[in-house]
């Protein structure tokens, strides 16, 4: 993970004192493919993937005239993949963006003594997100550097100015990110304010005056009343933004039919980030079910239209206490989002709520609400949207799950990397639960070069295959110092990856740039990308992630493809978060059933650590737990209980408080 530094990017140069991405070499790429594949497909297949592979990488084959036409690019561009990847991972999919790609930071959960306290929370919150602004407008951020493996370089920061400035507008083939480039005229700075799934204009500033808390308790507080009045109630538009991409793109343009939608959509797209003022979702509220809520609102009967997903930045603030944020992903990566969040829960923690009295109330205009014209087209398209977004909602199986027994301290004394471990450990719940290996991505950071955003670590790797198979092989066949080996060569060639890829040399972004740069020479597709073996090692079964942070939070996430697993993972010094989710519709996926697997995997690994220091073994903690190995909400939630709470602290009662 990044650790701050004081020395902003501008003081270093800006980005472009950062290297270029570089350009892997064609045959080590295609010897890496094929290495990554082999195991995971069946011999006849790996047989015809591998005559392919020859055939694209053969002198003076299409394979070479890709690659020269991709060095061509990296020289005259800043990064060479960056707007292949963006397309392929982001702009051109078309699925909802809930669940499917937006991910949502979950904060400890809030105890709030009431609406006031609600709102509160929701001024010191905005109060920070205008600290943190006044950061990004001045690029006065301090730069981060890597932690971890290859620690200490400058990473880029280019993410962190399109956190407050970006767009995801939706269209009929692909989508696009705007950005909104400082230019002679500053933008209108305000902030979207979500309340009973109606949209509200908070200026933040006005009169060239930043508003304090105080001012912005008060906005927040009429911005309340006005969402109360149920005669002054406009459809919940929100809901078109968690349709499908085309669907959003369709209902859209039908919208801008009418110029009082147009001025509503202009304000959305144009403000800084939304806060979303959920009402309360219901009595249950266990990590999971946080989890959910911060990734779908609950669906169209709960929060779910008080939402607009083309917006990276969501702040959620539920009045049962339920807090997070959910983020359009294509502008940045999760580390960003962590530092921008952390940045906020610190400011909290840290300096007790200014809600000293001031400036006199009725000076501040009235926040607006934002006016839709609503045709009887545009309520046939809102309730195909909410039916969508019902069937999503109902889909999602999700499990939060927290490690209590060991964290990445006692992987550090045994000297190996606490990702690859725990990587290692997904390898084995997978294997223990379906009988086979499959395709495995796990993000890894490219931000050591210029535009840097991610590649792929491909941790089903051979080596990973050959312990799972002695861990579960039933005969105990292997001995435990044979197992002990296996784990130390499927953790050293995970850690090997992990470093091609966080130095620009994995294989998924320079097959992605060769295949994209046929597609732009309007080449017929090469062989290699219509093999079936292309097609299952990009069918990321299970999608991975490590999303550490330092306060007390987690990030979660939905698979990417229908039978797959989102896990996301928070390694602490002595605890690990896990969150799985899945969909309920595929026969053969159980979040569940997988994170006690994960939770079996993490156990027997440590023993095996333990037995092969000939130490005496600790006492298995989670021995006791074998038959209920995943904590239950019940206990989840007394964990969560004695986490440390964001406390809003407000010095005087708040005149007109409600
Ligand atoms: N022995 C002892 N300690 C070791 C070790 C070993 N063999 N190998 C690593 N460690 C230590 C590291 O020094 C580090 O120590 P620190 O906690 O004091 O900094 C710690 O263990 C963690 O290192 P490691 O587990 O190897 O992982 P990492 O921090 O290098 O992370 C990635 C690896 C791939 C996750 C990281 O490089 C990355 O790319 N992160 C971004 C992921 C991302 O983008 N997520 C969001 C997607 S939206």
Not at 195 to 206: A, P, S
Not at 537 to 552: A, D, H, K, M, R
Request: charged fraction near 25%; aromatic fraction near 8%.
């Amino acid at each position: 993970m990044p650790v701050l530094n004081r020395e902003t990017s501008k003081d270093k140069g800006g980005d472009n004192a950062l290297p270029k991405l570089p350009l892997p070499e064609l045959p080590d790429t295609l010897a890496r493919y094929q290495r990554c594949v082999k195991h995971l497909l069946t011999e006849e297949q790996f047989h015809r993937t591998k005559a392919i592979v020859q055939q694209f990488g053969a002198p003076g084959g299409v394979g070479e005239h890709l690659q020269q036409k991709l060095k061509e690019r990296s020289e005259k561009t800043a990064n060479w993949v960056y707007e292949y990847w963006l397309n392929d991972m982001y702009l051109n999919n078309h699925l909802p963006l809930p669940v499917n790609s937006s991910p949502a930071m979950v904060f400890p959960p809030q105890h709030f003594g009431g609406p006031s306290d609600c709102l509160r929370f929701a001024a010191h919150l905005i109060s920070g997100v205008l600290d943190y602004k006044t950061l990004l407008d001045a690029r006065a951020l301090p730069v981060d550097y890597a932690r971890g493996q290859l620690a200490g370089t400058a990473m880029c920061m280019e993410q962190y100015y399109r956190l407050f400035t970006s767009y995801r507008l939706p269209g009929p083939h692909r989508d696009t990110l705007v950005a909104q480039e400082s230019c002679v005229m500053p933008e209108p700075e305000h902030i979207i304010v979500a309340c009973k799934n109606q949209f509200f204009v908070l200026d933040v500033v006005i009169n060239f005056r930043r508003l304090n808390e105080r001012d912005l308790l008060t906005q927040l507080e009429r911005i309340v009343r006005m969402a109360d009045s149920e005669e002054e109630r406009l459809p919940p538009i929100g809901l078109l933004t968690t349709d499908g991409r085309t669907e959003w793109a369709e209902s859209r343009a039908v919208l801008m039919r009418e110029s009082t939608n147009r001025d509503s959509l202009d304000m959305i797209e144009r403000c800084m980030c939304l806060v979303c003022l959920d009402d309360a979702s219901g009595p249950e509220i266990s990590d999971s079910t946080r989890a959910t809520l911060m990734l779908h609102g609950g669906g169209p009967g709960k929060n779910g239209g008080n939402r607009w997903y083309d917006k990276p930045m969501q702040f959620i603030i539920g009045a049962d206490g339920c807090c997070g944020v959910v983020c359009e992903h294509s502008p940045f990566e999760g580390i960003v989002l962590v530092q921008c969040t952390e940045h906020l829960l610190k400011y909290m923690y840290g300096s007790p709520s200014k809600l000293v009295r001031a400036a006199s109330v009725s000076e501040l205009p009235a926040p607006r609400r934002l006016r839709w014209k609503c045709t009887a087209e545009i309520h046939k398209l809102l309730s195909a949207s909410a039916d969508k977004l019902h069937r999503l909602v109902r889909n999602l199986d999700m499990n939060v799950y927290r490690l209590d027994v060991y964290g990445k301290e006692f992987i550090k004394k045994q000297k190996m990397s606490p990702d690859a471990y725990i990587q290692v450990a997904l390898q084995l719940a997978y294997y223990r639960c379906h009988g086979r290996p499959v395709s495995t991505y796990e993000s890894a950071s490219i931000r050591r070069f210029r535009e840097g955003r991610v590649d792929n670590i491909r941790s089903a790797t051979p080596e990973a295959l050959a312990f799972v198979k002695a861990m579960t092989d039933g005969k105990l066949s292997s001995s435990d110092k044979e197992k002990m080996e296996l784990l130390q060569g499927a953790i050293a060639a995970q850690t090997k990856y992990t470093i091609l890829a966080i130095t620009g040399m994995a294989i998924d972004n320079h097959l992605l740039g060769l295949r994209e740069m046929a597609r732009e020479l309007k080449m017929e597709m090469p062989e290699i990308f219509k093999d079936e073996a292309y097609v299952i090692s990009n069918q990321f079964i299970l999608s991975t992630s490590q999303v550490p942070t330092t306060v007390e939070m987690f990030c979660c996430y939905g698979p990417v493809v229908p039978n797959g697993y989102g896990a996301c993972y928070n390694p602490q010094s002595d605890h690990i978060v896990l969150c799985v989710s899945s969909f309920h519709d595929c026969p053969q996926t159980c979040s569940a059933d997988f994170s006690k697997a994960v939770e079996r995997a993490l156990m027997d690994m440590k023993e095996l650590c333990n037995t092969n220091q000939q130490k005496q073994p600790e006492p298995r903690q989670g021995a006791e737990s074998k038959g209920k190995s995943t904590a239950s909400e019940g206990e989840l939630s007394k964990n969560q209980a004695s986490l440390p709470k964001v406390v809003v602290k407000t010095a005087d009662p708040v005149p007109g408080g409600r």
